[in-house]
Each structure stands twice: as structure tokens, then as C-alpha cells.
Nanobody, 123 residues
Framework: QVRLVESGGGLVQAGDSLRLSCAAS????????MGWFRQAPGKEREFVAS????????YYADSVKGRFAIIRDNAKNTVYLQMNSLKPEDTAVYYC????????????????WGQGTQVTVSS
């Protein structure tokens, strides 16, 4: 069973940047799709970004396209979410997750989740 630990969240102002990290345990990290999701208060968890095992395929939600970047470092068993030009509507708990098989934007295709890290963007 893989263990995922997110870090890097915090309180920032609109327009600022943050980089989230997700460190994974286990030797098979490099073989899996990884994804980032977020959940705002009173809302359902939503897809943010996902990346293939080799980084060659990347999906983004329309709401973050052009502002966020998902990056993985297989040597460090870590996936990152670089968030630029943050908006108040980006406020949420951000979760990283390991995919079951191929690329996906559906949370049901991810079977291991971290505990989440809070991102709060003030206006």
C-alpha cells in the first residue's frame, strides 16, 4: 500500500504562487499515473491535474489551465503542483492521488489518497 503525504499549502494573497508537494512511499511510484484533486467547503471533490508515469501526458481542469503545472520527479518519488496567479476560488484542500491504470480525470480511477493540504487564497 502506497503512502502519500502532501505539503506546501498555506495562506496567500490573490496573484501569489504556491508549490505543493506529494511524497510517495514505495518503489513503484514511477509506474503510476498521479493526480491532484481539490475540495472546497460545501463542494464535491474536483479534478485539478494528472500526469502519466513518464510525464509525457498531462491533463488539466479548464479552471487551472495556464496557471497550474503538474510535475513529477520519479527519482524522488514526488509529484508537484506549481500554482501561479492564485485566485480566491482556488481555496480548497488539495489532495494527491495515485491512479489505478491509465490517464484519467475521474476520482474513481484513483485508489490511494493523501491526507490533503489546505490552500487559502485571500482577495
Amino acid at each position: 500500500q502506497v503512502r502519500l503525504v502532501e505539503s506546501g499549502g498555506g495562506l496567500v494573497q490573490a496573484g501569489d504562487s504556491l508549490r505543493l508537494s506529494c511524497a510517495a512511499s514505495g518503489r513503484t511510484f514511477r509506474t503510476y499515473v498521479m493526480g491532484w484533486f481539490r475540495q472546497a467547503p460545501g463542494k464535491e471533490r474536483e479534478f485539478v491535474a494528472s500526469i502519466s508515469w513518464n510525464g509525457r501526458s498531462i491533463y488539466y481542469a479548464d479552471s487551472v489551465k495556464g496557471r497550474f503545472a503538474i510535475i513529477r520527479d520519479n527519482a524522488k518519488n514526488t509529484v508537484y503542483l506549481q500554482m501561479n496567479s492564485l485566485k480566491p476560488e482556488d481555496t480548497a484542500v488539495y489532495y494527491c492521488a495515485r491512479g489505478l491504470s491509465g490517464m484519467s480525470v475521474d476520482s474513481t480511477d484513483f485508489n490511494s489518497w493523501g491526507q490533503g493540504t489546505q490552500v487559502t487564497v485571500s482577495s
